[in-house]
């Protein structure tokens, strides 16, 4: 069983700061396979932040354009999304999301609004 839970979404203004944490629950030896998703209303959920396999290299949308930071700490089994410099377009549901061959699990999400 895998379990994801997100946290960390708040109301930020224009131009601030926010990290989201993912912790995973299960019994997998690496999270190198966690990936972050965003969704706004009435639009596709969109990929943000993940690891390339190979090569565990960080790799985000083009809409990041240098702006969040994906990190992890594997004791921890947590993947970290660091977002600076957000924009009101950055407002949506924010996922982690564990995939593995055959199978991938979501959490919850956690809620990021973007508003003077």
């Known amino acids: 069983q895998v379990q994801l839970v997100e946290s960390g979404g708040d109301l930020v203004s224009p131009g601030g700061s926010l990290r989201l944490s993912c912790v995973v629950s299960?019994?997998?030896?690496?999270?190198?396979?966690v990936d972050w998703f965003r969704q706004a209303p009435g639009q596709e959920r969109d990929f943000v932040a993940g690891?390339?396999?190979?090569?565990?290299?960080?790799y985000y949308g083009d809409f990041v354009r240098g702006r969040f930071t994906i990190s992890r700490d594997n004791a921890k089994k947590t993947v970290y999304l660091q977002m600076d410099r957000l924009k009101e377009e950055d407002t949506a549901k924010y996922y982690c999301?564990?995939?593995?061959?055959?199978?991938?699990?979501w959490g919850q999400g956690t809620q990021v609004t973007v508003s003077s």
């Open positions: 999301r564990f995939a593995e061959p055959g199978s991938e699990y």
């Open positions: 299960a019994n997998i030896t690496s999270i190198q396979d």
């Open positions: 690891f390339t396999r190979p090569g565990d290299d960080p």
